[in-house]
């Protein structure tokens, strides 16, 4: 393989399911939205133009919400791995990773790191089945090219 080589991985199948969700989401909340009209009698609420605003904002901030979940993705090149989750992304070197798993049950990637750290990787994901497994093999190679060669300094070879 190149030296320029980039693995970029996103998960499928969650985002076909959310960019789905979300209009559903919204609609379903302006239908609630219309159907709230007079006054309840036990209790005496009125619903008016404000609640009915309010109740469709709550549904585009709730599909708005859900949209996080796309955001997760992965790019690994010969620097390293760069890892977006849903607030924050990790950078990280190919030697403090120190193996690629992905354990039976669990749902999705995490990276073990040399200091005993875990990096979930949420663009990997057990429901993405084949897609999944296929983003696990190229990394997991990836990560033996970039660690297998000992550098100069770990190997106390003289310059």
Do not use: C
């Not at 302006?30 to 605003?53: C, K, P, Q, W």
């Not at 904002?57 to 859900?66: C, H, K």
């Not at 979930?120 to 990560?143: F, N, T």
């Amino acid at each position: 393989m190149s030296g320029d080589e980039v693995l970029r991985v996103r998960p499928r199948r969650i985002r076909v399911m959310v960019y789905i969700a979300a209009p559903v989401i919204v609609l379903v909340f302006v239908g609630i939205s219309f159907s709230l009209r007079g006054t309840f009698n036990e209790t005496g609420a009125a619903f008016e133009t404000a609640d009915h605003v309010a109740m469709i904002m709550l549904g585009v901030l709730l599909a708005a919400g859900s949209l996080l979940l796309t955001l997760p993705r992965l790019e690994a090149d010969a620097t390293g791995v760069r890892v977006r989750n849903l607030f924050g992304t990790t950078e990280l070197p190919w030697p403090v990773i120190r193996e690629v798993t992905f354990r039976r049950g669990a749902p999705w990637v995490t990276l073990d790191l040399q200091d005993d750290d875990l990096v979930s990787v949420l663009a990997i994901q057990a429901a993405d089945k084949e897609h999944a497994v296929q983003a696990v093999r190229a990394l997991r190679a990836m990560h033996a090219r970039h660690t297998a060669a000992p550098s100069k300094e770990t190997s106390g070879a003289p310059e």
